[in-house]
């Protein structure tokens, strides 16, 4: 039974370029939640997706940034344009339901911003 | 909207010693609470959880108790050991957002 599997664990991109950062949930969950963290610094909530539905974007910036969850395949954090304040870990986790049950997180990509 | 605070860190202790870790929160509704822990490099592990009131949670040797009127779920190790040294994040989940709420952690180094 896999865990929640990210990819790529390191991405390097260019001022300018497009970030795609992949999420498989575990097996039978349908909730899936993206965070950033930034070097010493705790999660900030992004974004909160069911299946082919965003939940909670709250903490998404307002541009640049989007996420989807299809129907079939892996979610998708996507950030165009990106620039060196982007440069961070991103996790994320998947849970079966939404009401008080854990999340359990995938090893996080670690994008670079050169 | 619903928040958890943690106390600041970094805590440094010697192999052995007591180990307490604050956490309060506001919260809507009756929340579950979480420690999870992140080693260096690697992504966020569950470490305990309760999910009502009284309720205490335990794992590793680590426990934390779910306190309702002081909305506390304060993280205790008896007797901490060098591979204890990571960063704990104290978290909700099931208030009145759907997503986990999280502190902003708290690092932990143990020395020998």
């Known amino acids: 039974n896999a865990g929640v599997m990210q990819n790529p664990r390191h991405l390097v991109r260019r001022r300018g370029q497009e970030a795609r950062l992949r999420c498989s949930p575990m097996?039978?969950?349908?909730?899936v939640y993206w965070y950033r963290q930034l070097p010493e610094e705790g999660l900030k909530f992004m974004v909160y997706?069911?299946?082919?539905?965003?939940?909670?974007e709250s903490g998404m910036p307002k541009e640049r940034f989007s996420a989807e969850f299809p129907k079939e395949g892996p979610s998708i954090l996507r950030i165009q344009q990106v620039v060196r304040g982007d440069s961070a870990a991103y996790f994320c986790?998947?849970?079966?339901?939404?009401?008080?049950?854990?999340?359990?997180f995938g090893q996080g990509t670690r994008l670079t911003v050169v | 909207g619903d928040s958890v605070t943690q106390m600041e860190g970094p805590v440094t202790l010697s192999e052995e010693a007591f180990l307490t870790i604050n956490c309060t929160y506001t919260?809507?509704?009756?929340?579950?609470l979480f420690w999870y822990v992140q080693y260096p490099g690697e992504g966020l592990q569950l470490l305990l959880k309760?999910?009502?009131?009284?309720d205490k949670g335990s794992n590793k040797g680590f426990e934390a108790t779910y306190r309702k009127e002081t909305t506390s779920f304060h993280l205790e190790k008896g007797s901490v050991q060098v591979s204890d040294s990571a960063v704990y994040f104290c978290?909700?989940?099931?208030?009145?957002?759907?997503?986990?709420?999280f502190g902003k952690g708290t690092k932990l180094s143990v020395k020998p």
């Open positions: 986790a998947s849970s079966p339901t939404r009401e008080g049950t854990e999340a359990f």
């Open positions: 978290a909700l989940s099931g208030g009145s957002q759907g997503n986990l709420i």
């Open positions: 919260a809507t509704g009756y929340p579950s």
């Open positions: 997706l069911q299946k082919e539905n965003i939940i909670d």
């Open positions: 309760a999910t009502k009131a009284d």
């Open positions: 097996k039978g969950h349908s909730h």
